[in-house]
């Protein structure tokens, strides 16, 4: 779901006559870039969730990643180039590649023994 949040909105702001204007009608790398930045870093977050999920917890780690993705929410909403804008997207990216591998088995793990499905 957080890719899909992400990809949609983004794909409606970029037509916007605000961020046209304020980034200076950004297109080809610089629009990839912008574009790819939560996907490339949902990929480091992906990749550091099961050793941080082992040292703190998977509670502890998707809590973290929810406050880091507020981190990079701010960062973008104050950026004043496209070097932030990327920075903040980073950031949301490893937040989303930490809860998307991570809460999946955390909810797995608190799951009453009734509501797991069971195999015939």
Request: with cysteine.
């Amino acid at each position: 779901m957080l890719f899909g949040l992400d990809i949609s909105s983004i794909s409606a702001i970029i037509a916007t006559d605000q961020y046209v204007n304020y980034f200076n009608d950004p297109h080809g790398v610089v629009q990839g870039a912008i574009g790819s930045a939560l996907a490339a870093g949902s990929i480091v977050g992906a990749l550091f969730a099961g050793p941080l999920s082992d040292k703190i917890g998977r509670r502890d780690a998707n809590s973290s990643a929810c406050l880091w993705w507020l981190a990079g929410t701010a960062i973008q909403v104050a950026c004043n180039g496209y070097g932030m804008l990327i920075a903040g997207r980073i950031l949301n990216g490893i937040c989303v590649g930490i809860t998307s591998s991570q809460v999946p088995v955390f909810l797995a793990e608190i799951a009453r023994k009734k509501s797991e499905i069971r195999s015939l």
